[in-house]
DNA sequence: CTATCTGTTATACTATATATATAACAAGTA
DNA sequence: TACTTGTTATATATATAGTATAACAGATAG
């Protein structure tokens, strides 16, 4: 897979894991009804626990993200994945809210955050672009 | 003071209060210079503990926004605010990538995401214009 | 049918973060 | 001197995060 996780973090193990895998679906990596490594599998190649996998993987479920069946194991989500609804968009508002009011007091323009953010954007959506080991 | 916090939140209280002092600053509502009031007073106020509110001022000042004086107390930094270095931008970078990522996964678009990112920046800078008590 | 792999559930334990509660200290000020 | 300031030091309670084992039930390959 192409997790890395940053174990001295303060942000969770289970969350890197959850957003690397988003990253991955918005980036086209991980393919809709593409099945991912068993709980088991994952957390020993991630030399982490079982239960910290599976909280992810539970987490995503969660959200629509994924799809979980027995002994078929996980897989991308096959059908539509989870949309922008009204509820995502209130909980990034309430997550934006602290980094936009930051960036406003400390003399951000509107301009420099929002073309900072498209940068990101793209950089997620065509990740090839950026940091591969080319030769 | 125009704190709200919500008890029932999974986000910590020192950091709401941190983040809405910010929001403060960032907004005009308070201005360079400006006392706060003492830890003591705003715990009591809000109906907190005083080591809670120590720890928001505490991080405030480690970032540059606050200066903390003997007995003058706590006021709002009276020199220039810290800026939107390199340092910033790459944690804001770090903090927006999960959300662009979701945002993008979920299908929302560039202009989208910008939109309701430009939204709240200009909602943070004049408040006077939502969600007021107006007649 | 049997062995094996899957997610799932249940305990138990450790460590850390958050929040509160008291108490005391040192410095500045009226 | 008396009071308020931030600061420091303990102690306690709770929740979250992460690990470690163990066991269970369903699906599948042999």
Redesign the pocket.
Known sequence: MFIELD?QS???????LADQLIEGIASGKLSSGQP??????L?ADL??????V??A??AL?QEGFLE???????IVQPGSLPSADEAFRERLRRDLRPLAAESAARGMSEDELQELLLSLYRQIQNPSSQGGTSP
């Open positions: 174990l303060e942000v969770p193990i289970y969350k890197q991912l490594p068993s709980v088991r599998t957390a030399g982490i626990n079982l239960h910290t599976n909280k993987y539970q479920k979980i069946h027995r002994k078929q194991g996980v």
